[in-house]
């Protein structure tokens, strides 16, 4: 099955001469969306495209009336203050879409006339949610992140016996996820040290990043009906990248028996751009499973989750701490990891959350769980790096972390590298820790 398309032809050069520059996360083969306004304007959101360092308001071109079929009916969706309904059509009008953008802004295209009013500054804008997330689940996809976290938690009995036979996930809280840029307090809690005989309250000691990837839904199924392996991807708009702030002290003491709880719900943070599930295409790998592992029970088995399931979305995060800020100094790199080594496929976590005949809405968000590379230097999380808050990490300017302190901001970025086709990215979230209220 091959997924590339003239889209993804490295060749291809915009008229928006930005997008041409070697580096830049948005050349004209990737063509993310994003729900967009003027920074400090009473104008309505709007869906935009990110092409150079510029947004195209889809506002602008769908008043052009310049495509027309399958891609005009899939512009005029997008074309609001969320992307649900546009996020609903489905492959064939995410496709056209994609294919008249990508001709309309190739050069030598016909409508760059009517386009050229249609490009606003990157800089020169603000983002919302990109459509309403009705229901979010966190995966646990990452057996290095949960081999050592599980350590930290349990070490007798780190890896669950269950983890190598089900995508482990939890129903997280949707209300509270918000867009890059944002800002929250110190959450405030319960926690119980090791030594103590009762639980103690207060703000939260141990604040720590979780660097995952979103995956959002596009058209759903019905209550009761499933969705198979060799139809999950069809169902996948596209993916954000995902921060899912976690208060270390309180998951301790509050996540037996039944999983996370207040350690998570108050803040997650995603990227303003989705990057589509078709742009992706060039950067897909094989996906396999150690012989000596348990393999995937038939209805998580295919043999194109095999040749092509797993995606080669490299990540970072970056720490940007008040006194940095202050100094103007460059944020301190933290780690750097792939989303290649996740344990399971988004087609498997797609088919095993409608198993049971759970039902998706467009919109609907699947947090993939912390990627944590195999070296301890490629761990997603301060939890990890610090070893469990035993270990200080050094950063450049001399400040020293175990876990975040307010002013703290973290930044997470992400882009994808394959032999013969053009680097994309996708951009950066970013949120910045409060002290407690
Ligand atoms: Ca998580």
């Not at 947004?55 to 027309?68: E, H, Q, R």
Request: charged letters at 20%; aromatic letters at 10%.
């Amino acid at each position: 099955m091959s997924f590339i398309n003239e889209t993804h032809d490295i060749n291809l050069k915009s008229w928006v001469a930005s997008a041409n520059q070697a580096g830049t996360d948005f050349p004209i083969q990737n063509l993310p969306f994003a729900v967009f306004r003027r920074k400090d304007s009473n104008e309505e959101f709007r869906g935009g495209v990110a092409i150079g360092d510029q947004v195209l308001d889809l506002a602008v071109v769908a008043d052009a009336g310049i495509f027309s079929g399958e891609a005009q009916v899939a512009l005029e969706a997008a074309n609001a203050q969320a992307l649900n309904e546009f996020m609903g059509l489905g492959q064939t009008y995410w496709s056209a879409l994609r294919l008249a953008l990508s001709r309309a802004l190739r050069e030598g295209s016909e409508h760059q006339a009517a386009l050229e009013n249609a490009l606003v500054a990157q800089a020169d804008v603000e983002y919302s949610m990109p459509c309403h997330i009705g229901d979010y689940t966190d995966f646990y996809t990452s057996i290095y992140h949960a081999t050592a976290v599980g350590k930290l938690f349990r070490p007798d009995n780190p890896l669950l016996p269950n983890y190598k036979w089900v995508p482990i996930g939890y129903h997280g809280r949707s209300s509270s996820i918000g867009v890059s840029g944002q800002a929250f307090h110190r959450p405030k809690g319960q926690t119980k040290a090791p030594d103590a005989d009762t639980p103690s309250f207060g703000p939260c000691k141990r604040l720590d990043y979780e660097l995952e990837l979103g995956i959002y839904l596009g058209n759903g199924n019905e209550l009761g009906e499933q969705i198979s392996i060799e139809d999950a991807e069809s169902h996948v708009f596209g993916f954000c990248l995902f921060n899912d702030w976690s208060a270390r002290d309180l998951q301790a003491w509050e996540y037996q028996p039944l999983g996370p709880f207040l350690a998570k719900n108050f803040a997650s943070t995603v990227s303003p751009w989705i990057v589509t599930t078709e742009a992706l295409a060039p950067y897909r790998t094989q996906w396999h499973r150690d012989e000596n592992d348990p393999q995937p029970m038939e209805y998580l088995e295919s043999s194109h989750n095999r040749e092509a399931g797993a995606f080669d979305i490299q990540m970072d995060v970056l720490l940007e701490t008040a006194k940095m800020r202050e100094e103007q100094q460059s944020p301190a790199k933290l780690s750097e990891s792939s989303f290649k080594h996740s344990y399971w496929t988004v087609a498997q976590m797609v088919t095993h959350h409608t198993v049971n005949g759970c039902n998706f809405l467009p919109g609907d968000m699947l947090g993939s769980g912390t990627q944590s590379g195999p070296e301890h230097e490629e761990a997603g999380s301060l939890l990890e790096l610090s070893r469990g808050g035993t270990e200080s990490i050094t950063l450049a300017n001399g400040e020293e972390r175990k876990f975040l302190e307010d002013g703290d901001k973290v930044i997470m970025r992400g882009w994808c590298e394959a032999d013969g086709f053009n680097r994309i990215g996708f951009g950066s979230v970013e949120g910045t820790v409060l002290p407690a209220k």
